[in-house]
């Protein structure tokens, strides 16, 4: 008897340790649980492991393109619709700008148009672009700046604008760039004559005359322009005559010499605003340049020497 009651108590004792053990074994992973869910991540407070990325690649050097001089066919520039020589000189350089407005006078004063852009630099008056004819900088004047009804293209061989820092090398009034002109000559023995004209709106005509001829060691050039409008409103007509002529001679011992002279007469007025027009406005000009040109030649070896003289008269009504 005493056996089996040590037997049957013995059982509910081992049940009872064994409940005892679970319980606090699920105690404790419900303890690390929670401290494990308080506790703050390892990955958290810690940061990612910084990536590196390397790009390799070649760079080729080339060379800056905008401050390239570029030059224009004078055959060019006289098939151009553009009434005067800049405007049709600005649609080919890509970095020239000049403004106009009617038909084809831009004028002078207040009220005047063409001033020459280039790379953002210029404008009016036209005290940082030369216009560079012939060798013989064009800035004479009160103010010291070009006239752009003073250029046509009858006898121009081409057109150099330089739009780089090379400018400097043309004076002062060359910070933002220049404009080289160039008259053509005939280069086979014999003469020609050109003749153009033409008729537009607001009642614009236009005539021009050219005769070119080399005769041995003798060459000739000599041109008339002549230029009549309207006007694009009224008050806003006016006229353009310009005379050139050139004479070239080859002497002996690689000298040769040029004579060149060149008259404009420029008329014209300053309609205003349209809110407040002017009646009286109106500009007569006269310009006259000679220049002299000696050049001796010698193998690679060249000098050059071209004495000038620039007169204008201006007489505006306000």
């Known amino acids: 008897m005493s056996r089996s009651f040590r037997a049957s108590t013995c059982v509910p004792f ?8 679970r319980w606090g074994f699920a105690q404790s992973v419900e303890t690390a649980a929670s401290q ?9 407070s810690t940061p990612p492991a910084a990536i590196e ?60 148009t063409g001033g020459i852009h280039i790379r953002g630099m210029g404008g009016s008056p036209n005290s940082q672009v030369v216009v560079v004819e012939d060798g013989v900088p064009d800035y004479q004047g009160l103010f ?46 014999g003469w ?7 008729a537009g709106s607001y ?15 003798l060459g000739v050039a000599g041109a008339v322009h002549a230029l009549r409008s309207d006007g694009h409103r009224l008050g806003a007509g006016g006229g353009n005559l310009i005379g050139q002529f050139a004479l070239r001679t ?4 690689g000298w040769e010499l040029t004579l060149r002279e060149k008259a404009m007469h420029l008329t014209g007025a300053d309609p205003g605003p349209v809110t407040h027009p002017n009646d009286d406005h109106t500009f007569d000009v006269w310009r006259d340049r000679v220049s002299l040109q000696a050049v001796w030649r010698s193998g690679l070896a060249q000098v050059r020497v071209q004495p000038f003289h620039s007169s204008e008269s201006r007489f505006t009504s306000a």
């Open 14 to 21: 081992a049940l009872a340790i064994a409940g005892l053990s």
């Open 36 to 44: 494990a869910d308080r506790a703050p991540s390892a990955s958290a």
């Open 53 to 112: 990325v390397r790009v390799v690649g070649e760079r080729k050097q080339r060379a800056d393109r905008t401050s390239d001089t570029v030059r224009v066919g004078g055959e060019k520039l006289r098939a151009s619709p553009r009434p005067t020589l800049l405007e049709a000189l600005s649609q080919e350089v890509p970095d020239m700008y000049v403004p106009a407005r009617g038909a084809a006078i831009h004028g002078v004063s207040s009220g005047a």
């Open 144 to 189: 010291g700046h070009p006239i752009p009804d003073a250029y046509v293209g009858f006898l121009l061989d081409d057109a150099l604008v330089v739009r780089g820092g090379d400018s400097v090398l043309y004076g002062t009034n060359a910070m933002g760039g220049a404009i080289l002109l160039r008259s053509r000559w005939r280069k086979q023995d």
């Open 192 to 198: 020609e004559v050109e003749s153009d004209s033409s």
């Open 203 to 217: 009642s614009t005509l236009r005539q021009s005359v050219a005769v070119l001829g080399n005769e041995g060691r």
């Open 250 to 253: 080859r002497l002996g011992g």
